[in-house]
Nanobody, 126 residues
Framework: QLQLVESGGGLVQPGGSLRLSCTSS????????IAWFRQAPGKEREGVSC???????NYAGSVEGRFTISRDSDKNMIYLQMNSLKPEDTAVYYC????????????????????WGQGTQVNVAS
C-alpha cells in the first residue's frame, strides 16, 4: 500500500511563508499524480493544487499566484511552497496520490485520489 507522509506545517503570521513536503518510503512519487488538499474545521476537504506524473499543474483559484507545487525526483519529494499566507489558509493539509494517469490537467477532487497521508497542520495567525 502506498504510504504518504507530510511535513512542514506550523504556525506562521499572515503574509508569511511555509513549505510543505510529501514523501513516500516505498513508492516513487514520479509515477503518480500527486495533489495537496486541505480541510479547515467545519468545512469540506478542498483541493489546493496537483501535479501530474509529468509537469502539468493545477491550482485552486484561492491559492493561485501564492502557492507553488513542485517535485524533487532525486529526493522523491513533492513540495507545496505557500507564500503570502492568509488566516483563511489555516487547515490540515494532506497530500494524496492517484493510481490513474490523467492525460490532461490533474483533478482537484478528492474522489480521484486513492492514497492519503495523515496530514500536517498549518495555522496562520498573528
Amino acid at each position: 500500500q502506498l504510504q504518504l507522509v507530510e511535513s512542514g506545517g506550523g504556525l506562521v503570521q499572515p503574509g508569511g511563508s511555509l513549505r510543505l513536503s510529501c514523501t513516500s518510503s516505498a513508492f516513487t512519487l514520479n509515477n503518480y499524480p500527486i495533489a495537496w488538499f486541505r480541510q479547515a474545521p467545519g468545512k469540506e476537504r478542498e483541493g489546493v493544487s496537483c501535479l501530474s506524473s509529468g509537469t502539468q499543474t493545477n491550482y485552486a483559484g484561492s491559492v493561485e499566484g501564492r502557492f507553488t507545487i513542485s517535485r524533487d525526483s532525486d529526493k522523491n519529494m513533492i513540495y507545496l511552497q505557500m507564500n503570502s499566507l492568509k488566516p483563511e489558509d489555516t487547515a490540515v493539509y494532506y497530500c494524496a496520490a492517484s493510481l490513474v494517469t490523467y492525460p490532461a490537467t490533474c483533478p482537484l477532487t478528492a474522489r480521484n485520489y486513492d492514497y492519503w497521508g495523515q496530514g500536517t497542520q498549518v495555522n496562520v495567525a498573528s
